[in-house]
């Protein structure tokens, strides 16, 4: 137990526009929970992704247990023990919860085989999982539980984990505590990276900080406050959000009565959701991943397309059920999805083509097409815009979304739609996987927005990121909404009791206004 699980000596990764790593030096010890800290694009994931043999170094030596190892696989890390859950899913999505575990695992085992395990581990852990479920039916929250019980199962003895409680629910995070706690006190070595300070400090017994893919300094979590270890983050002072009480105007957005069926056989059905969105307002909405986030961002955004009998999406005063996406987005309705890759932005695409995806319609007033012609300049400029105001690191314009960290891929993706200057606009998990410098900037624009008149809706499990923002707040269970109350006049135990499903506790009603 004395001897080093993982050293890292000297490391160094460096890309042709970026440099990841420099130098970096790591030590982990036998059941010790080890933290890494640092802003969006520091480094963190590419010094765990060389640790699990996904990238290799340019330079330094990786120890394992006192000796030199050559990790050339995710296949080699795993027969030394190190298993990985990743902050980009790595799930294929047509295949089921227990075929996608399956094909992760060394041995060789049937899906039907590996179901009766799957139900055990994730039940003892806190993550209830049906084995059967096909994967594109899952939440975002969802997709992070396949990909913790499928590192669980494979009993690591060095466990990463990055950002792994993103889009996890309070209780479900408190039981994935307990679990990592108990692997700790059995010898596991656990590496932690999460923005949420507040874990950092509860769980882990040592921080190593990256500023720009060097190491600036280490720290033991439990000394410090959550401030001092922000700023030891981002090496500045830690920004504030302002948020000042305005009285809100028009009706600009306005569900009533929407009872709808989930195109997903594991989906939730809408139950009589009714709500009202006034220009200058922040109206956020908590609840439990797969509790109806999924179906009602479909109905307001447009990718469900409703019929009379499912109730009305008013938009501008205008019956919006039976338009698509784009002929809401071109009414002045702006979409941020939970989704980065796939749905916020493709892949293989600069930053910006990524942009000209939704910037091409007249009402952005963009300027990127003109007499049916793409303006290239338009579109680079308008992306240069975004990456300079929301600091994002990459390469420039040019870069493919998929080369940015998850953490500027969101503030790019976030960005693009603050400066299409929508006049409501939907957040789904604004600042997942976002540093918490980051996230106060965005949580800041967001507002910003709601100043100048804009009508936002906010979905986040987020909560504290919901009181910080928002004017009125309602909780989403089980397909039904609660009513949205003043966040000055309630509390975070009153919303965790309405998460339950309970909205008659304390006078609530079953349906918001």
């Known amino acids: 137990m004395n001897q080093p699980r993982l050293q890292m000596l000297g490391v160094s990764k460096i890309y042709p526009s970026v440099v990841a790593n420099a130098g970096v030096n790591l030590t982990v010890m036998p059941g010790e929970i080890h933290a890494v800290l640092g802003e969006n694009g520091a480094g963190k994931s590419t010094l765990m992704k ?6 290799k170094p340019d330079e330094g030596q990786v120890m394992w247990e006192g000796k030199q190892v050559h990790i050339n696989s995710p ?16 799930l294929f999505e047509t295949l089921t919860v227990a075929e996608n575990i399956a094909l992760a695992m060394d041995e060789k085992i049937s899906p039907a085989e590996l179901a009766p395990r799957i139900r055990k581990v994730s039940e003892q852990y806190g993550l209830p999982l049906d084995p059967q479920r096909l994967v594109h039916s899952m939440s975002v929250g969802e997709r992070q539980r396949v990909e913790i019980v499928r590192c669980l199962l494979q009993s690591p003895r060095l466990l990463i984990m990055d950002e792994p409680t993103s889009v996890l629910t309070p209780d479900a995070v408190l039981k994935l505590f307990e679990s990592l706690r108990r ?31 060097r190491v600036s300094g280490t720290a033991n979590p439990k000394q410090e406050s959550a401030k001092s270890l922000a700023e030891l983050m981002i090496g500045r002072e830690l920004p504030v959000c302002v948020h000042r009480p305005r009285a809100p105007g028009d009706v600009l957005l306005s569900l009533d009565k929407l009872n709808v069926q989930s195109d997903d056989p594991f989906g939730t059905r809408l139950k009589d959701i009714s709500l009202a969105l006034r220009s200058g307002e922040i109206v956020g909405i908590a609840g439990i991943s797969g509790n109806g986030q999924q179906e009602l961002l479909k109905a307001i955004s447009g990718e469900r397309q409703l019929a009379a009998r499912e109730g009305a999406v008013t938009l501008f005063q205008r019956d919006v059920g039976a338009l698509n996406a784009a002929q809401r ?33 007249p009402a952005a007033n963009t300027g990127m097409v ?14 240069r815009k975004v990456i300079e105001r929301f600091n994002v690191k990459c390469g420039g314009e040019q870069s493919a979304a998929a080369s940015l960290s998850g953490g500027n891929l969101q503030k790019f993706i976030v960005g693009r739609e ?25 949580r800041q624009a967001i507002i910003d927005m709601r100043d100048q008149g804009v009508a936002v809706l906010v979905l986040s499990e987020e909560l504290d990121e919901l009181f910080m923002m928002s004017d009125r707040i309602a909780v989403l269970a089980d397909g039904r909404l609660s009513n949205a109350v003043p966040a000055a006049g309630t509390s975070i135990n009153q919303i965790g009791v309405w998460m339950s499903g309970d909205f008659d506790h304390q006078g609530a009603e079953h349906v918001a206004a």
């Not at 010898?187 to 923005?195: E, K, M, P, Q, T």
């Not at 003109?370 to 400029?381: D, E, P, Q, S, Y």
Request: one cysteine or more.
């Open 50 to 55: 060389i640790i699990y043999g996904v990238v």
């Open 75 to 90: 296949h080699d890390a795993r027969k030394l023990g190190i298993g990985m859950v990743f902050q980009h899913f790595a």
């Open 183 to 213: 692997l700790a006190s059995e010898g596991v070595s656990i590496l932690y990276i999460s923005h949420k300070l507040d874990e950092i400090q509860s769980l882990c017994d040592k921080a190593t900080v990256l500023r720009g893919g």
């Open 329 to 361: 987005r071109q009414l002045g309705l702006g979409f941020v999805p939970e989704e980065r890759l796939g749905r916020g932005a493709v892949p293989d695409l600069s930053l910006a083509d990524n942009a000209l995806l939704t910037g091409y319609l």
């Open 370 to 383: 003109g007499n049916g012609l793409i303006r290239r300049g338009a579109v680079r400029a308008f992306a």
């Open 418 to 442: 603050i400066a299409l200057a929508p006049k409501v606009m939907i957040f789904a998990q604004p600042t997942w996987g976002v540093d918490i410098g980051a996230a106060m900037q965005i």
